[in-house]
């Protein structure tokens, strides 16, 4: 072979090991961007069912809303607090005896909290429900004229308010996006798949801001505790016979 013949076969053998790995190199940072892409397609996946569920949900509850009776910001605000290891329907009788004592938030401000914790007691916690119920009621009079604040943020400064409370909040009373995170559904986004064993409030608001419109938030979580008291049910086993999601539903922990 001459010396020509080697030369090339030498740069042949080179290109050929610069081929092989460039072509891996490629398929490398291919898997990496798939690798990538794969969260992106499981959140479209999960926006998809959230709209399914949301589009039945609406056809079985049309006219699902807040349970707590309130026609007044600060109502709500006093009944949301009281509702805390309490059933609504308990809280709607209660405050019926507060606001008739105490009709204004003026009124409530001015009011003993010994006197507010014995009307309020049937709801349990009666002491911290009515020290929280008292201080707030103090601020929005002193600092907010009487107003509810309309700010997630004011709101989450209130005494006794949480993030489940100031989102009810923003959605019933002013109409603004909101997810409410209480137990019905927590449960029921898991058992459904729309989030994965999240069971911390605050993770599983966030995402779900991820996969439902925001202007449909509200509305969806009042109408997940409608189905989780009547299909989707905690201490039974779910009806998932006789539930309008049973093809779709992850029945996860089912
Ligand atoms: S199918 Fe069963 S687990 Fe799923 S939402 Fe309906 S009742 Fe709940």
Same mark, same amino acid.
């Not at 049309?62 to 807040?66: F, L, M, Q, T």
């Not at 005494?159 to 949480?162: E, L, Q, T, Y």
């Given at each position: 072979m001459t010396k020509e013949e080697q030369a090339g076969k030498g740069l042949a053998k080179k290109e050929a090991v610069k081929k092989r790995e460039t072509s891996k190199k490629r398929e490398t940072s291919n898997k990496k961007e798939s690798m990538k892409k794969a969260p992106d397609k499981k959140e479209a996946a999960k926006k998809e069912k959230a709209l399914e569920i949301i589009k039945r949900l609406k056809i079985q509850y @049309?006219?699902? *809303?807040?349970t707590l009776d309130y026609n007044e910001a600060w109502k709500l605000l006093v009944s949301v607090r009281l509702a805390a290891q309490c059933t609504d329907a308990r809280v709607n009788v209660v405050v019926e005896g507060l606001y008739k004592k105490y009709p204004s938030v003026e009124a409530l401000a001015n009011a003993p909290v010994e006197d507010i914790e014995a009307i309020v007691k049937p709801c349990g916690l009666g002491h911290s429900k009515a020290r929280d119920i008292s201080a707030c009621m103090k601020i929005l009079k002193e600092e907010y004229g009487g107003r509810v604040p309309d700010q997630f943020d004011q709101l989450l400064k209130l @005494?006794?308010? *949480?993030r489940k409370s100031a989102n009810l909040i923003m959605g019933d009373v002013f109409g603004k996006p909101a997810i409410v995170t209480d137990t019905h559904c927590i449960r029921l986004v898991n058992r459904m798949g729309l989030v994965e064993d999240i069971k911390e409030p605050k993770k599983v608001e966030m995402a779900l801001w991820k996969i439902i419109p925001p202007e449909e938030g509200s509305d969806f979580c009042h109408r997940l505790v409608y189905h989780g008291r009547e299909v989707c049910t905690a201490r039974t086993k779910p009806y998932c016979e006789k539930c309008c999601l049973c093809d779709i539903c992850g029945k996860n922990g089912v």
């Open positions: @049309p006219d699902a *809303g807040c @005494p006794g308010v *949480g």
